[in-house]
């Protein structure tokens, strides 16, 4: 299902809550990549990635595109930084207005659940994908550009 995204401050700044074994979470992800899919082709800005609550769920589950698609990402975390930072605009379905400059990691490992079968695995990402990838942790965490 597309859903309205949420761009109430006070609601986005509540940390997400983890993933627990057992919870159901098939109409989180299915509603994130079908709300990130919609936005990509009709937004005006497009869409690298979205998180949870920006949709009405408090989870620590969000959505980047990798080779063309959106995966999700669950129970989320940065394992390791590095190349240093690097300052860009990023724009936010959640924060109308325009785009902000935000510093972040040029590179990083990120651990998390695989959604095909809840194995914790852990990745490298660069550039573009890293960059979302900390944009969508920043939500999980509270935290707006």
């Known amino acids: 299902?597309?859903?309205k995204?949420?761009?109430?401050?006070?609601?986005?700044?509540?940390p997400c809550s983890p993933v627990a074994e057992g919870d159901f979470i098939g109409d989180i992800t299915g509603d994130l990549i079908e709300t990130a899919e919609y936005y990509l082709n009709h937004g005006l800005n497009g869409c690298a990635g979205l998180a949870a609550n920006q949709i009405g769920y408090a989870k620590r589950i969000f959505v980047v595109v990798l080779?063309?698609?959106?995966?999700p990402f669950i129970n989320p975390e940065i394992v390791k930084k590095s190349g240093g930072?690097?300052?860009?605009?990023?724009?936010?379905?959640?924060?109308?207005?325009?785009?902000r400059k935000v510093s972040r990691y040029k590179r990083i490992r990120v651990a998390f659940n695989d959604y095909r079968n809840g194995a914790r695995v852990e990745f490298n990402f660069k550039g573009l994908t890293a960059r979302a990838i900390q944009h969508e942790l920043d939500h999980l965490d509270g935290k707006l550009i």
């Open 1 to 3: 299902m597309i859903n």
């Open 85 to 99: 930072m690097a300052s860009n605009t990023e724009d936010c379905l959640s924060v109308p207005g325009g785009a």
């Open 5 to 14: 995204i949420v761009t109430d401050r006070a609601a986005l700044s509540v």
């Open 67 to 71: 080779n063309g698609q959106f995966v």
